[in-house]
T-cell receptor, first 115, second 111 residues
Framework: SQTIHQWPATLVQPVGSPLSLECTVE??????LYWYRQAAGRGLQLLFYSVGIGQISSEVPQNLSASRPQDRQFILSSKKLLLSDSGFYLC??????????????FGDGTRLSIL | SQQGEEDPQALSIQEGENATMNCSYKTSINNLQWYRQNSGRGLVHLILIRSNEREKHSGRLRVTLDTSKKSSSLLITASRAADTASYFCATDAPGAQKLVFGQGTRLTINP
């Protein structure tokens, strides 16, 4: 069966420090991968998605970046964190399907607090 | 802008009652999905309804889709305390491998 791992679960970082969040998927190949951010009590904001190795689509201009160095690995990074980067970060995967009909499967998220 | 918007934003009912949440969207879709999120956790996919379907059932869940009104509803029958969570609708964006999520409905089931 497929599983998705996301770490760390919680992270406290000072303003201006770098960031690296990692997400890996097991049990499937060539998944679509997604990074979302969720503010408290709000919906999900899509940050990046990837349909293949090295292919990254950015949804929102910001100081974050994403990379996909391997088929089932998706990394969210920042060189210098801002206070506004605080939030709950979720990674998700889906199978590739016709007409985008595939459900997404989520990790348990990383709660990032910037001090 | 958000594609899906849930209504109400929050709903509190007694255990055993039915809970109905609504979702409206703006553009044409291929499918609409409902997800559940327990506090501090990731989202869990509940049900997917395609644009050519009008109703779908899964256990105590019933989803309807009205493409003429660009709206969907999620009904949870015989609610349980464990159904307490936030529920989100999500629609696919035409031509892209991604979903657009609404702001969610926070459902509280009181024992």
């Amino acid at each position: 069966s497929q599983t998705i791992h996301q770490w760390p679960a919680t992270l406290v970082q000072p303003v201006g420090s770098p960031l690296s969040l990692e997400c890996t998927v097991e049990g499937t190949s060539n998944p679509n991968l997604y990074w979302y951010r969720q503010a408290a009590g709000r919906g999900l904001q899509l940050l990046f998605y990837s349909v293949g190795i090295g292919q990254i689509s950015s949804e929102v201009p910001q100081n974050l970046s994403a990379s996909r160095p391997q088929d089932r690995q998706f990394i969210l990074s920042s060189k210098k964190l801002l206070l506004s980067d605080s939030g709950f970060y979720l990674c998700a995967w889906s199978s590739v399907g016709l007409r985008n009909n595939q459900p997404q499967h989520f990790g348990d998220g990383t709660r990032l607090s910037i001090l | 802008s958000q594609q899906g918007e849930e209504d109400p934003q929050a709903l509190s009912i007694q255990e055993g009652e039915n809970a109905t949440m609504n979702c409206s969207y703006k553009t044409s879709i291929n499918n609409l999905q409902w997800y559940r999120q327990n506090s501090g956790r990731g989202l869990v996919h509940l049900i997917l309804i395609r644009s050519n379907e009008r109703e779908k059932h899964s256990g105590r869940l019933r989803v309807t889709l009205d493409t003429s009104k660009k709206s969907s509803s999620l009904l949870i029958t015989a609610s349980r305390a464990a159904d307490t969570a936030s529920y989100f609708c999500a629609t696919d964006a035409p031509g892209a491998q991604k979903l657009v999520f609404g702001q969610g409905t926070r459902l509280t089931i009181n024992p």
